[in-house]
T-cell receptor, first 116, second 117 residues
Framework: ETGVTQTPRHLVMGMTNKKSLKCEQHLGHNAMYWYKQSAKKPLELMFVYSLEERVENNSVPSRFSPECPNSSHLFLHLHTLQPEDSALYLC???????????????FGQGTRLTVV | AQSVTQPDIHITVSEGASLELRCNYSYGATPYLFWYVQSPGQGLQLLLKYFSGDTLVQGIKGFEAEFKRSQSSFNLRKPSVHWSDAAEYFCAVGARSSGAGSYQLTFGKGTKLSVIP
């Protein structure tokens, strides 16, 4: 496989469930991102990891917990979500984390999450 | 902080007609600018980017965009639209979130393009 792969593509979960979203990149990049895409709203950056260290947490509720075990994998652990958390969650990767590096981001196809 | 405005939520054009999607940004320095396209149920694919140099940039699928610093704009154009171009288009600016913050993309709300056969 090449590019950025996200699993699962679709997920329905209850508010008391615990689930995880997985992202894997095969591009040799060293920065990874989680974005949330809700209807009629701009893409919202949630987390940034650079060299496996979290460098950004955009005021995301603690019911979302990211994990980056290595430069190729990124997880988003979910627990006690709310219906308003239903959205498309997009993972992206890039080479480098700064204006002197190649800042083009490559995106996965996303996980469509529905919280019931 | 940087921001991106795409004033057109939805545009409909006939196949073969020309297209221009508008994008205005707000950023204190020279921005890095991007256009992405998203087909239904898919992730985002990069169409083109501007970092520096020639202000008219060519992208994939016959798209181009022109950076106009005086207007803080980065409009996307295509001379002849194909039915397969129907999708949602996002303009983005790349910049640091704050003085020492991480480098990130800030996206506009997107413009949905419909193509009439």
């Amino acid at each position: 496989e090449t590019g950025v792969t996200q699993t699962p593509r679709h997920l329905v979960m209850g508010m008391t469930n615990k689930k995880s979203l997985k992202c894997e990149q095969h591009l040799g990049h060293n920065a990874m991102y989680w974005y949330k895409q809700s209807a009629k709203k701009p893409l919202e950056l949630m987390f940034v990891y650079s060299l496996e260290e979290r460098v950004e947490n955009n005021s995301v509720p603690s019911r979302f917990s990211p994990e980056c075990p290595n430069s190729s994998h990124l997880f988003l652990h979910l627990h006690t979500l709310q219906p308003e958390d239903s959205a498309l969650y997009l993972c992206a990767s890039s080479q480098g984390q700064g204006p002197l590096m190649n800042t083009e981001a490559f995106f996965g196809q996303g996980t469509r999450l529905t919280v019931v | 902080a940087q921001s991106v405005t795409q004033p057109d939520i939805h545009i409909t054009v006939s196949e073969g007609a020309s297209l221009e999607l508008r994008c205005n940004y707000s950023y204190g320095a020279t921005p890095y600018l991007f256009w992405y396209v998203q087909s239904p149920g898919q992730g985002l694919q990069l169409l083109l980017k501007y970092f520096s140099g020639d202000t008219l940039v060519q992208g994939i699928k016959g798209f181009e965009a022109e950076f106009k610093r005086s207007q803080s704009s980065f409009n996307l154009r295509k001379p002849s639209v194909h039915w397969s171009d129907a999708a949602e288009y996002f303009c983005a600016v790349g910049a640091r979130s704050s003085g020492a913050g991480s480098y990130q993309l800030t996206f506009g709300k997107g413009t949905k393009l419909s193509v009439i056969p």
